[in-house]
Nanobody, 120 residues
Framework: QVQLVESGGGLVLPGGSLRLSCAAS????????MGWYRQAPGKQRELVAT???????RTANSVQGRFTISRDNAKNTVYLQMNSLKPEDTGVYYC??????????????WGQGTQVTVSS
């Protein structure tokens, strides 16, 4: 079994910054890819950014230049540095990891979600 634990959400003023973290623990052989998604009230969940094991990243156009995804393979952790936050960035942020178990079976796991609110 694998658990993902997120942290770092909160309330921030427009223009402010937050850093989200998501750490995986449990029966992990390797983590293939990691990503962050978000869901605003009344909207579908959308991709924010992803990073592969070799460090290749993909970022949504809406956050490009403001958000940076990174990972620490030794800690099984993914980060999302969010700068110049806007009210439209408000939502619940979820991490997702594609994990190979020791049986070499790929399973996608989701974190529990962390609330980010950008408001004055």
């Amino acid at each position: 079994q694998v658990q993902l634990v997120e942290s770092g959400g909160g309330l921030v003023l427009p223009g402010g910054s937050l850093r989200l973290s998501c750490a995986a623990s449990g029966s992990i052989f390797t983590i293939v890819d990691m990503g962050w998604y978000r869901q605003a009230p009344g909207k579908q969940r959308e991709l924010v950014a992803t990073v592969t094991r070799d460090g290749s990243t993909r970022t949504a156009n809406s956050v490009q230049g403001r958000f940076t995804i990174s990972r620490d393979n030794a800690k099984n952790t993914v980060y999302l540095q969010m700068n110049s936050l806007k009210p439209e960035d408000t939502g619940v942020y979820y991490c997702k990891m594609g994990i190979l178990t020791f049986g070499l079976r790929r399973i996608d796991y989701w974190g529990q979600g962390t609330q980010v609110t950008v408001s004055s």
